[in-house]
């Protein structure tokens, strides 16, 4: 137990000390520098993105050719070079003010959202899954062809359903942990190269 709790400071701190919004910052640059989900010059949506670690991350790696635009119910601060729309990514109206502020598809979609946690543990991992289904019916509307999408799973009974799913949209979809995230942790991350090919 006090290996998993010094990892798990360990990323904290290191977001302190780095000027990241969470420790989440890390989960996206280890999967990221695997596979390359984006790249200089990418257009980014962030669905689900407060408090922004993952904003941060995306607007380091788009560069200054690239937009990102982050989509949350919660409130965040602003991040430079990151556009912030409020708004349910269960509202699928959200899909029009991302296409105008992009003014062109995007190359990546990355959603790390949870929901509200309630303890009951079959409820949350459904909720959660029902939340990326909706996650991918913006992406269907918003993603280029060839491009990428990341998705936060809690590991259970319908995770392989959604990958599933997901490969009849992608043409590769990895199952990946990386590092950052704690042992015991439900969570995982389907890496989704290859949109519509």
Not at 140 to 162: C, H, P, Q, R, W
């Amino acid at each position: 137990m006090k290996l998993l709790d010094a990892k798990r400071d360990h990323y904290r701190k290191l977001a302190k000390e780095q000027g990241y919004r969470s420790r989440a910052t890390y989960k996206l640059l280890q999967l990221n520098n695997s596979y390359r989900i984006i790249g200089p010059g990418f257009f980014v949506v962030d669905l689900g993105c407060a408090p922004g670690g993952w904003t941060q991350i995306a607007v380091k790696l788009a560069g200054n050719r690239g937009k990102v635009v982050g989509v949350d119910t919660a409130y965040m601060d602003p991040i430079d070079g990151a556009h912030f729309i409020r708004g349910s990514v269960e509202d699928e109206t959200i899909v029009d003010d991302i296409l105008e502020y992009l003014q062109t598809k995007a190359s990546a979609v990355i959603c790390d959202l949870s929901p509200q946690i309630t303890g009951h543990w079959s409820m949350d991992h459904a909720k959660q899954i029902s939340l990326n289904y909706s996650c991918s019916k913006i992406m269907d509307k918003i993603l280029a062809t060839k491009g990428n999408a990341l998705f936060k799973v809690f590991d259970g009974e319908y995770s392989m359903e959604f990958r599933d799913y997901l490969k009849k949209k992608f043409a590769k979809v990895h199952l990946r942990k990386p590092n950052a995230s704690r042992k015991p942790s439900s969570e995982m991350y389907f890496v989704c190269l290859g949109y519509g090919l």
